[in-house]
């Protein structure tokens, strides 16, 4: 299945803030995580993770540090802030809005089912 590159960027942020509500992690972890909560259905690149890494540091929602964990590989470590946890509960707020929008609009129109064919014009 392919998901627009809009709905993407837009779940981009929550889906990394609610990864790193849960534990900090490292990029190539959370790009992982990505795709295994998603079902294999998002699969990220480097190229979209750390530039929104780097936005979402600046902005104060995580902050980073460099560590080698049991001697290994030194590795830049992420992990959400308190101001991170405010912005995921709004975004958290504002995708149940949408979620709930949809659901209506999709319970109300059959034309949307993908099981149902319209009808051709005559």
Do not use: C, F, N
């Not at 972890?29 to 998603?38: D, F, P």
């Not at 259905?41 to 980073?64: A, D, N, Q, V």
């Not at 802030?81 to 405010?86: C, E, L, N, P, S």
Request: zero cysteines.
């Amino acid at each position: 299945m392919h998901i627009a590159k809009d709905l993407v960027a837009a779940s981009a942020a929550p889906l990394v803030l609610g990864i790193l509500a849960e534990e900090e992690s490292y990029g190539y972890a959370i790009l992982k995580q990505v795709g295994e909560r998603s079902g294999g259905r998002l699969e990220w690149t480097e190229g979209l993770l750390y530039p929104l890494l780097h936005r979402l540091e600046r902005l104060g929602h995580i902050e980073s540090h460099w560590r080698s964990p049991g001697g290994g590989r030194r590795r830049k470590y992420y992990r959400i802030t308190d101001r991170g946890r405010a912005e995921l509960v709004e975004q958290r707020r504002q995708w149940d809005a949408v979620v709930e929008a949809l659901q209506g609009v999709w319970t109300a129109s059959r034309s949307l089912d993908p099981t149902v064919r319209p009808a051709l014009e005559g």
